[in-house]
């Protein structure tokens, strides 16, 4: 079992302005992932967060829009870059270990 | 078109009224998860499934790899079962392993 926390919890951003959020795991995971829920959507994964290389991207976002680090097994970092309305979700941070999901409480943003 | 469909998409109860969620998949899945998000956004797993039944506590999920379908039951359904419950199907997508999830379906359990 992991325990994810994960912050700020929600956040009212001015446009243009960046935000990093955390994620820290209680323990070390092999993987973790950054989503992104948009207002009655499903979860979207933005990237991979690879311990010690550069992330892995899926098709539509991109490291200048949403640097991320990981710099150990436990933590990781996602920056929301140069935000517009657009960028207003919920964003959740996610491990995974032999197969078994585990969530952040997410990270409320909302761009004005 | 979403790989991942649940039904219903909305769902009102009363307290004590037994709850059946459904999903079917079109993909080849290595697991089948099913998750709760709260109004706050959090979620949690509920399940994890490559075959057959789990039970924990009032919570069912069951699933049918041939007719690639899943169902999670909620029996004496109460208030704080009041989330959106998320199917998540796991499976290899260009060579790595890729979730695909459904939309949710928003369950109200009113007193």
């Known amino acids: 079992s992991a325990v994810i926390s994960q912050k700020p919890s929600r956040d009212i951003c001015q446009r243009g302005t960046s935000l990093t959020i955390q994620c820290q795991v209680d323990?070390?995971?092999?993987?973790m992932f950054w989503y992104r829920q948009q207002p009655g959507q499903s979860l979207t994964l933005i990237a991979t967060?690879?311990?010690?290389?550069?992330?892995?991207?899926e098709s539509g976002f991109v490291i200048d829009k949403f640097p991320i680090s990981r710099p150990n097994l436990t933590f990781s970092t996602l920056t929301v870059s140069n935000m517009s309305p657009e960028d207003s979700s919920i964003y959740l941070c996610?491990?995974?270990?032999?197969?078994?999901?585990?969530f952040g409480e997410g990270s409320r943003l909302t761009v004005l | 078109k979403n790989e991942v469909e649940q039904s219903p998409q909305n769902l009102t109860a009363q307290e004590g009224e037994f709850i059946t969620i459904n999903c079917s998949y079109s993909?080849?899945?290595?697991?089948l998860h099913w998750l709760q998000q709260h109004p706050g956004g959090g979620i949690v797993s509920l399940f994890m499934?490559?075959?057959g039944k789990k039970k924990h506590g009032r919570l069912i999920a069951t699933i049918n790899i041939q007719e690639k379908h899943s169902s999670l039951h909620i029996t004496a359904s109460h208030p704080r079962d009041s989330a959106v419950y998320i199917c998540?199907?796991?499976?290899?997508?260009?060579?790595?392993?890729?979730?695909?999830f459904g939309k949710g379906t928003k369950l109200t359990v009113n007193p």
């Open positions: 323990s070390q995971v092999t993987m």
């Open positions: 996610s491990a995974r270990n032999t197969g078994e999901l585990f």
């Open positions: 967060a690879n311990q010690g290389s550069e992330a892995t991207y």
């Open positions: 499934l490559s075959s």
């Open positions: 993909v080849g899945i290595s697991a």
């Open positions: 998540a199907v796991g499976g290899l997508q260009g060579g790595s392993e890729k979730l695909v």
